[in-house]
Nanobody, 129 residues
Framework: VQLVESGGGLVQAGGSLRLSCAAS????????TGWFRQAPGKEREFVAA????????SYLDSVKGRFTISRDNAKNTVDLQMNSLKPEDTAVYYC???????????????????????WGQGTQVTVSS
């Protein structure tokens, strides 16, 4: 399974970016997918996740109302639309996919990194003030 992120870049505060995660070797439509990020000197943190059919979404509190996760199972992609970006959103963003059943994924929490079995290489997002 390979996950490839794209769409990162440099943007001014208040701007927008749309990240995309494409999968090969796996049909995304069967699995929950999440976005995580890691800023320099900080631990990786959960950003957003979506279940296999898009009916359940979960977000980090600080991105609620600004970020939207979505999926297109026909295209085998999961996107993260990021609006009203802030300098504190600067990080490497990773997508990851989980083999867990929905009940386990929900029970342990969609933001639990250990639930995710495959990870992409990451894409840099830099927000200037």
């Amino acid at each position: 399974v390979q996950l490839v992120e794209s769409g990162g870049g440099l943007v001014q505060a208040g701007g927008s970016l749309r990240l995309s995660c494409a999968a090969s070797g796996r049909t995304f439509s069967s699995y929950a997918t999440g976005w995580f990020r890691q800023a320099p000197g900080k631990e990786r943190e959960f950003v957003a996740a979506i279940n296999w059919n898009g009916n359940i979404r979960s977000y980090l509190d600080s991105v609620k109302g600004r970020f939207t996760i979505s999926r297109d199972n026909a295209k085998n992609t999961v996107d993260l639309q990021m609006n009203s970006l802030k300098p504190e959103d600067t990080a490497v963003y990773y997508c990851a996919t989980s083999d867990s059943e929905t009940s386990r994924w929900l029970g342990r929490g969609p933001g639990t990194a250990a639930l995710y079995d495959y990870w992409g290489q990451g894409t840099q997002v830099t927000v200037s003030s």
